[in-house]
């Protein structure tokens, strides 16, 4: 029997966009009935435990997506042996990614809209703007999370 595919969402800090990306793309594939493992981390420690950000929460809620039990956690050496997918939300966490990690996984590594039919290449980071940032990020994710599942399906 194939082990269910494991994915793992980056971002910078782990309180907006992976953990949004992980509550949707949960909910994506729970709809879809695929068995994934998923979780989320950041490429820094700065909020280490906490719960995601009520801005992301509130907009993400709104969608019908659940954070319950989602706790920043900080991206870990084992997890790239891990996961299968680990996909960064920007430029920034790529290069962060393949800086820290072996290069034998170095083909694990994505930009997460990758999987999106999109103009956008980045999930902007939302922490410093107003409301609308929060809802092109689910925007986008939203979008990623579907060609993900396109991709896991086949
Ligand atoms: P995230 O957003 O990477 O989408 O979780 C950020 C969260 C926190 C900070 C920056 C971006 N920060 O500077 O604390």
Same mark, same amino acid.
Do not use: W
């Given at each position: @029997?194939? /082990?269910?595919? &494991? %994915?793992?969402?980056?971002?910078?800090?782990?309180?907006?966009?992976?953990?949004?990306?992980?509550?949707?793309?949960?909910?994506? *594939?729970?709809?879809?009935?695929?068995?994934?493992?998923?979780? &989320?981390?950041?490429?820094?420690?700065?909020?280490?435990?906490?719960?995601?950000?009520?801005?992301? /929460?509130? *907009?993400?809620?709104?969608?019908?997506? &659940?954070?319950?039990?989602?706790?920043?956690?900080? %991206?870990? #050496?084992?997890?790239?042996?891990?996961?299968?997918?680990?996909?960064? @939300? +920007? #430029?920034?966490?790529?290069?962060?990614?393949?800086?820290?990690?072996?290069? #034998?996984?170095?083909?694990?590594?994505? =930009?997460?809209?990758?999987? *999106?039919?999109? +103009?956008? /290449?980045?999930?902007?980071?939302?922490?410093?703007?107003?409301?609308?940032?929060?809802?092109?990020?689910?925007?986008?994710?939203?979008?990623? &999370?579907?060609?993900?599942?396109?991709? =896991?399906?086949?």
């Amino acid at each position: @029997m194939s /082990q269910a595919p &494991s %994915v793992l969402f980056v971002c910078l800090g782990n309180i907006c966009r992976s953990p949004t990306a992980e509550a949707v793309f949960r909910h994506k *594939a729970a709809e879809a009935g695929l068995n994934v493992k998923i979780d &989320s981390a950041g490429t820094h420690g700065y909020h280490i435990g906490k719960q995601p950000d009520k801005r992301s /929460q509130a *907009a993400g809620t709104a969608r019908g997506y &659940s954070f319950k039990g989602l706790k920043c956690r900080r %991206v870990e #050496e084992s997890d790239f042996e891990t996961f299968d997918y680990i996909l960064a @939300m +920007d #430029e920034s966490n790529l290069s962060n990614l393949r800086k820290v990690s072996p290069e #034998e996984y170095h083909d694990k590594i994505h =930009l997460f809209l990758s999987f *999106a039919d999109s +103009d956008h /290449q980045e999930v902007p980071d939302p922490y410093y703007g107003g409301k609308q940032g929060f809802e092109l990020v689910l925007d986008l994710i939203e979008a990623a &999370s579907d060609g993900l599942i396109n991709t =896991l399906k086949r």
